[in-house]
Structures are given as structure tokens and as C-alpha cells.
Nanobody, 122 residues
Framework: QVQLVESGGGLVQPGGSLILSCAAS????????TGWYRQAPGKQRELVAS??????NYVDSVKGRFTISRDNAKLTVYLQMNNLKPEDTAVYYC?????????????????WGQGTQVTVSS
């Protein structure tokens, strides 16, 4: 059984920083493609950062402020968020492709984290 647990959200003042984590556990061999999404009230969920085989990508509104990374030794992905703005307020979700060990084979499955609230306010 696979679990994906997010942490690190909270309330922060404008200009502050947060680090979001998304840790996988269970019969997980490695993390493949990774993305962080966010959804603000009344808005559609948007992809803010991703890691794929082609590299890292960011939505324009977070470029230079957010950094996505992953640590396969810890089966964890991160989103470092600096210089936070009120418009960054949202529920943040990780989305990962995981390689799972199933007997003598490996299969890739996609999972969503449970979401963590980030509120930027003075």
C-alpha cells in the first residue's frame, strides 16, 4: 500500500518563506515525474512547478521565487517557496508518478497528496 503525505503549509507574512514536503511510503522504488499544483478558492487547480525527464518548469507567476526538487533516497519531493505573496494563498497538492515494486516487476502509478493550506497574509 502506498501513502503520500504532504506537510509544511501554514500562515506566513508577505515576503516570507515556506518549504512544502511530499513524502511517499510503502512499496515505492522511486519517484518519477513530479508536480506541485495549487487551487485557490473559486479558481481552477493550476500547475505551478514540475520535474520531468525534460527538466524543471514553473508557471510565470512563481519563477524566481519557487524551487521544486526531489530526493529519491528519502522518497520525498519539495517545494521551496520564497518571497511569498498574498496571491500565492491556496491549497497546494503534490502529484507524483511512483515506480512501485510488485513482486519481480515494477509498475508506474500516479498519486495525489492530500493537500496543504498555504495562507499569505499580514
Amino acid at each position: 500500500q502506498v501513502q503520500l503525505v504532504e506537510s509544511g503549509g501554514g500562515l506566513v507574512q508577505p515576503g516570507g518563506s515556506l518549504i512544502l514536503s511530499c513524502a511517499a511510503s510503502g512499496s515505492v522504488s522511486s519517484i518519477d515525474a513530479t508536480g506541485w499544483y495549487r487551487q485557490a478558492p473559486g479558481k481552477q487547480r493550476e500547475l505551478v512547478a514540475s520535474i520531468t525527464s525534460r527538466g524543471t518548469n514553473y508557471v510565470d507567476s512563481v519563477k524566481g521565487r519557487f524551487t521544486i526538487s526531489r530526493d529519491n533516497a528519502k522518497l520525498t519531493v519539495y517545494l521551496q517557496m520564497n518571497n511569498l505573496k498574498p496571491e500565492d494563498t491556496a491549497v497546494y497538492y503534490c502529484n507524483v508518478d511512483l515506480w512501485l515494486a510488485t513482486g519481480d516487476t515494477y509498475v508506474r502509478r500516479n498519486y495525489w497528496g492530500q493537500g496543504t493550506q498555504v495562507t499569505v497574509s499580514s
